[in-house]
């Protein structure tokens, strides 16, 4: 049972190129989410995914796309890198909490991804 | 707004007891996590509170005031493995907030 995992675990890349970075879980879980994290912040949401086919948009999504095709795989796609996206991504997939009436979500982490854009 | 405070540094001792505190104010609340994160590498699950009161796990506690909008994370018999950052975070559904995290050292 692997968890979650990314790749690639490094990458440079020159301004205005674009990339993918691949998430993949193996725990069966419905729900996938795309953070970056830089120094001094928290983790930042970028874009979730509650279940297979469906993607919505966290607190900073722009200059992102996601693809959630199968339940698995969640991709998050830079269209034209800028170095301002210089940050670690980490991907994380969720189980569900429930106690009375609320419910949240404990998140399995992926090992990043440092991307440099130059 | 949504703000979530928490200490950018501590220091405590091998063998000692730490706490580390939260403050949140968050539009939705469903709950507060903790999660440790060693440098480098991925954070992990260590609790969550729903109800006030305090949680225990081992080594490990947490406390939840809603009313407060305030929690601690309790560490005792510290040991050198516990050098981490711990992040405090807010959920509100698939909206989790997280603090910026507080890196703790253990000293022998």
């Known amino acids: 049972n692997a968890g979650v995992t990314q790749t690639p675990k490094f990458q440079v890349l020159k301004t205005g190129q674009s990339m993918t970075l691949q998430c993949a879980q193996d725990?069966?879980?419905?729900?996938m989410y795309w953070y970056r994290q830089d120094p001094g912040m928290g983790l930042r949401l970028i874009y979730y995914s509650a279940s297979e086919g469906t993607t919505d948009k966290g607190e900073v999504p722009d200059g992102y796309n996601v693809s959630r095709l199968k339940k698995q795989n969640f991709l998050l796609g830079l269209e034209s890198a800028a170095p301002s996206q210089t940050s670690v991504y980490f991907c994380?997939?969720?189980?569900?909490?429930?106690?009375?009436?609320?419910?949240?979500?404990?998140?399995?982490f992926g090992p990043g991804t440092r991307l440099t854009v130059t | 707004g949504q703000n979530i405070d928490q200490p950018t540094e501590m220091t405590a001792t091998e063998g000692a007891i730490v706490q580390i505190n939260c403050t949140y104010q968050t539009s939705g609340f469903n709950g507060l996590f903790w999660y440790q994160q060693h440098a480098g590498e991925a954070p992990t699950f260590l609790s969550y509170n729903v109800l006030d009161g305090l949680e225990e796990k081992g080594r490990f506690s947490s406390f939840l005031s809603r009313s407060k909008g305030y929690s601690y994370l309790l560490l005792k018999e510290l040991q050198m493995k516990d050098s981490a950052s711990y992040l405090c975070?807010?959920?509100?559904?698939?909206?989790?907030?997280f603090g910026a995290g507080t890196r703790l050292f253990v000293k022998a």
């Open positions: 725990m069966n879980h419905n729900s």
């Open positions: 975070a807010v959920g509100g559904g698939f909206k989790t907030i």
């Open positions: 994380a997939s969720s189980v569900l909490w429930t106690s009375g009436s609320t419910y949240n979500y404990e998140q399995y």
